[in-house]
Structure formats: C-alpha cells, structure tokens
C-alpha cells in the first residue's frame, strides 16, 4: 500500500469526522480516562497520523517515564504499517522522526511560562513549524484555569491545536462522607471542572470487556454523550471502527 492511500483509509478519518473534521488551530482536546485504559496510545496515534501527512508534531511529556515515548511511537507505527503492507517503510520512519520533537517537563518543577517559552523558541526562533501538540501526563487536579487559557491563546496566535490527556480518579469522598464520582453527570470528568469552557472536544475511553469505546462528551458549543463508533482493540490499542 501507498503513503497516500494508508492516510485515506486511516481510523483517524472517521475519528474526525466524529469531531466535525478534527482539532482545529487554537482548539484544545482532552483524551480521559482512568490509568492504563490507552490515552498514549491514542495521542500517539493522532500524532502518527499528522507526521504520516508530512506535518510536525511536538510531543510534551510529564510523566516520569519520559523513555518509553519513543517506543509508544516505533511499536505502534510498526503494528499499524505492518498490516497494511506499507511501501518503503523504513524511509518514512526516517521521515516521521524528523518532523517530530518530544520534550520533557516536571510539573513541579517548571513554570506554564517557562514551558510556552520553550515551545515557542522551538517553534519560532528554532524553525520548527508544529501543526498539532501532544501534552502527556498532565495533572489538571494540579493545575490552575489560567495555565488553560493561556495555552489556548498560544495556539489561537501560532496556529496549533492542542491534544491533552487527562487522567480519571476514582470516586472520592466529601467532608460530609457523600461519594463524588469521577465523572459528572455530561460525563464530563470531575477534575476538568474550571476547565471546560476552555476546551474545545472531551473524548472518553470507556473499558468494556473486550474492547476499549470511545465516546465523546462534548465538542465546541454541544454538551453530548455519543460513542464514536470506534474501538481500541485491547492487544494492540489501536484505534479500530466498530
């Protein structure tokens, strides 16, 4: 198969197309769920997919385990380019590596000043043109509304969209021993509250007993709750229509 047909019959279509034609510059999207369910593995597959298209990709890291990122990136374009029978595989390996730029922060230990200008010396003075940005391990229970803001006003002026994932809790207790649940009742999670109105898609990865489902729960001005129709197949986590 071709470069060109493999990016036509590609999963990520139908995922945008649920998303009325995907991320948007300036917009902001979170993947949630609980750990372990496949957030990475799908923020890497939509990365693949805009570095497949010839485009660049910065990938932010807070998780500690910053070297594993490079092989979420080889297993999954090895598993997905292995059965479509991809042409020239190797020199668009080549390729995707250079149009792609992973970095490494510790929440605590660096300020959201800090990480835009890094992004920005990148992207301006270091020539590096990113169409989409991948942000991984962020902790929003963590996080104050302005860093959101101010991460939607730096890609509404450069011209990028923004991937998030984001990490759901289990149900905790109130002060008067009432549950709180980890999702309210928009299945929007709980820890993006002060958050919403900034972000633009909340997609929800659902474990189910064979399969991983995909459902959005809100995109731009709809507050919704619809499956996607897509799946992540358990073994391999890729994305998969239903």
């Known amino acids: 198969m ?3 047909e493999l990016i036509q019959r590609s999963p990520i279509r139908i995922f945008e197309q649920s998303i009325n034609g995907g991320l948007k510059p300036g917009e902001i999207g979170v993947i949630a769920s609980p750990n372990g369910v496949g957030k990475t593995s799908v923020l890497v597959q939509l990365a693949l997919d805009k570095l497949l298209q010839g485009k660049k990709v910065i990938h932010v890291s807070f998780t500690q385990h910053v070297q594993y990122v490079p092989v979420w990136y080889e297993d999954i374009f090895t598993e997905f380019t292995s ?3 991809l ?3 190797a020199e668009i390996k080549n390729d ?6 992973l970095m490494n922060f510790n929440q605590d230990g660096v300020t959201k000043d800090q990480i835009l200008r890094s992004l920005r010396a990148m992207i301006i003075e270091g020539g590096f043109k990113a169409d989409s940005i991948i942000i991984d391990g962020f902790d929003f229970s963590r ?3 302005s860093s959101i803001v101010q991460v939607k006003t730096f890609a509404t002026e450069l011209g990028v969209s923004v991937w998030y994932s984001c990490s759901v809790k289990d149900a905790e207790r109130n002060a008067d021993g009432s549950s709180v649940g980890p999702y309210d009742k928009e299945n929007i999670p709980v820890v993006l509250d002060g958050f919403v109105d900034t ?5 929800i990865l659902q474990p189910k007993h064979d399969h991983v489902e995909l459902s959005i729960s809100k995109d731009r001005d709809s507050i919704i709750s619809k499956s996607m129709a897509m799946k ?3 073994k391999t986590l890729l994305i998969l229509e239903v």
Not at 96 to 101: A, Q, S
Not at 199 to 203: E, G, L, S, T, Y
């Open 2 to 4: 071709v470069l060109d």
């Open 83 to 85: 059965k479509k029978n």
């Open 87 to 89: 042409e020239n595989t």
């Open 96 to 101: 995707l590596v250079k149009n792609r730029v």
């Open 143 to 145: 996080a104050e509304k």
């Open 199 to 203: 972000i633009d898609v909340v997609i």
């Open 232 to 234: 992540l197949d358990p």
